[in-house]
């Protein structure tokens, strides 16, 4: 089987497709982490015509997620004569007109992955704009959330998945969580993984590979997208 993985330069997923014999290649505007030969630099756009059998894509999240939404807006110095919004933005950081941009383009991108000519499609994307968006499927048996622990990783981060010609995927290891007592002092339980902090915040460090480092898929995942996607 033909296999294209769209958007990943770590190579975990199309490692474990070519750990059962595919013909996989992963397709990144970066080179591979792994110095691997089956990796075509580049855009992912350019390569979705070459007779796959099977997509797997992980376009840019930067600017789909909910997570600053309030960057979306333009600033307002009346209000907040400082920096124009309720907190202070970090350097890099895009706002108003040009984050809008950058998430039109995002949204743009990830649909002509989704409408590529391939039979097979999964795309996948943390919760965000794209779980509203018209021209997606909004339930079952299109969409599907999955988390890193259904697969046996010690992680939560909650990941949908959106697929065309594929079944769901089938949860294999359960990985126990933690129980912490949050709010401290109030006596209530809740399960956290190692991720997270006893918040339920991500406990990755900030640094300029957070994101890269964030983005990577589960073990546990690619392994089961192979096993359970093969057939």
Same mark, same amino acid.
């Given at each position: 089987?033909?296999?294209?993985?769209?958007?990943?330069?770590?190579?975990?997923?199309?490692?474990?497709?070519?750990?059962?014999?595919?013909?996989?290649?992963?397709?990144?505007?970066?080179?591979?982490?792994?110095?691997?030969?089956?990796?075509?630099?580049?855009?992912?756009?350019?390569?979705?015509?070459?007779?796959?059998?099977?997509?797997?894509?992980?376009?840019?999240?930067?600017?789909?997620?909910?997570?600053?939404?309030?960057?979306?807006?333009?600033?307002?110095?009346?209000?907040?004569?400082?920096?124009?919004?309720?907190?202070?933005?970090?350097?890099?950081?895009?706002?108003?007109?040009?984050?809008?941009?950058?998430?039109?383009?995002?949204?743009?991108?990830? !649909?002509? +992955?989704?409408?590529? @000519?391939?039979?097979?499609?999964? $795309?996948?994307? *943390?919760?965000?704009?794209?779980?509203?968006?018209?021209?997606?499927?909004?339930?079952?048996?299109?969409?599907?959330?999955?988390?890193?622990?259904?697969?046996?990783?010690?992680?939560?981060?909650?990941?949908? !998945?959106? +697929?065309?010609?594929? @079944?769901?995927?089938?949860?294999? $290891?359960?990985? *126990?969580?933690?129980?912490?007592?949050?709010?401290?002092?109030?006596?209530?339980?809740?399960?956290?993984?190692?991720?997270?902090?006893?918040?339920?915040?991500?406990?990755?460090?900030?640094?300029?590979?957070?994101?890269?480092?964030?983005?990577?898929?589960?073990?546990?995942?690619?392994?089961?997208?192979?096993?359970?996607?093969?057939?």
């Amino acid at each position: 089987m033909k296999v294209l993985i769209a958007c990943e330069c770590s190579g975990v997923v199309r490692r474990a497709f070519r750990k059962l014999g595919h013909d996989a290649w992963s397709c990144d505007i970066l080179p591979a982490e792994d110095c691997s030969e089956f990796h075509l630099q580049g855009d992912a756009l350019s390569a979705i015509g070459r007779g796959w059998d099977l997509m797997i894509g992980h376009p840019p999240c930067d600017f789909l997620t909910n997570s600053a939404v309030w960057a979306l807006k333009d600033a307002d110095f009346v209000r907040y004569p400082d920096v124009g919004y309720h907190q202070k933005v970090k350097p890099g950081t895009l706002t108003g007109l040009a984050r809008r941009t950058a998430r039109q383009w995002a949204i743009e991108f990830f !649909l002509a +992955l989704w409408n590529a @000519p391939i039979p097979r499609i999964a $795309i996948e994307n *943390p919760i965000g704009a794209m779980n509203t968006h018209p021209d997606l499927p909004s339930e079952e048996p299109g969409r599907q959330i999955i988390q890193p622990h259904q697969f046996g990783d010690d992680a939560s981060k909650a990941t949908c !998945l959106w +697929l065309k010609g594929l @079944p769901h995927l089938v949860g294999t $290891i359960d990985f *126990p969580p933690r129980l912490v007592e949050w709010p401290k002092g109030s006596g209530k339980m809740v399960k956290r993984w190692s991720n997270q902090t006893d918040s339920g915040q991500n406990n990755v460090t900030p640094s300029a590979s957070r994101s890269g480092d964030r983005a990577v898929t589960y073990q546990g995942i690619a392994d089961a997208m192979a096993n359970q996607w093969s057939a």
